[in-house]
């Protein structure tokens, strides 16, 4: 029985992660950014432990350093993030940097906090990044920077910490039925079909591949998209 924590359980590919995860009996331990979310997390993963800290935040580190660190965990899941799409002729510099804020500065800012856990277990790290990080299109500058970022950062560090055990995997979902997914398609002005894209749950039992994979392997990338 393993112990996971996850951030973006609260929706898509998270809660597909956490539900299955918690089926077979492993252990969750959940990133909520307020109360009432806290609360939402607990009541639908009955026995989680739940951390508060907002990962929008620019206080994020000190909100951690309010909790123990665990003493092993074998994996940290990054699955929350935010999307806005705006043309650079429009985009302001707050707006860029709240998408930077939670999809590429709290995620290492977590993934430290995590460290010395991760290393104790020889666990993963998981970056649910998207095929908008390997090629940007328009209007999508801020969301594909930071994705970009974000790569760059899980490269870095599986090289890093290799040496510890500890094996870093980049997943790039296409597009997935998600609510994220349905608000950018009101954003694009096209409809929303969840049949169109790929299901939470098969980017999360790729996730968990990764995870389960033998210690004689890694899996540095996932790329994922949808069938025909």
Sequence with gaps: MG???????????????????????DELLLVARNQRRADQLRQSFGGAQVIEADLASPQLEAALLEHQTPERLDS???????????????????E???TLLVNLVSPIALTRWALPALRAA?????????????????HWASYAASKAGLRS?????????????????????G?????????????????????????????????????????????????LRPGP
């Design 3 to 25: 112990i996971h924590l996850i951030t973006g359980a609260g929706s898509g590919i998270g809660t597909a992660l956490a539900g299955r995860l918690a089926a077979r009996g």
């Design 76 to 94: 940290v899941i990054h699955a929350a993030g935010i999307v806005a799409l705006n043309p650079v002729a429009n985009l302001s510099t707050a």
């Design 96 to 98: 860029f940097l709240d």
């Design 122 to 138: 020889r666990g993963s790290v998981i970056f649910v990044n998207s095929t908008a990080g390997l090629n940007a299109n328009p």
């Design 153 to 173: 950062a899980a490269d870095a560090l599986r090289a890093e910490e290799a040496a510890n055990g500890v094996r870093v995997t980049t997943v790039f979902p």
């Design 175 to 223: 597009r997935t039925a998600t609510p994220m997914q349905q608000a950018v398609r009101q954003q694009e002005g096209g409809s929303y079909d969840p049949s169109d894209y790929l299901d939470p749950v098969t980017v999360a039992i790729a996730i968990m591949q990764a995870i389960d994979l033998p210690r004689d392997a890694t899996i540095p990338e996932i790329t």
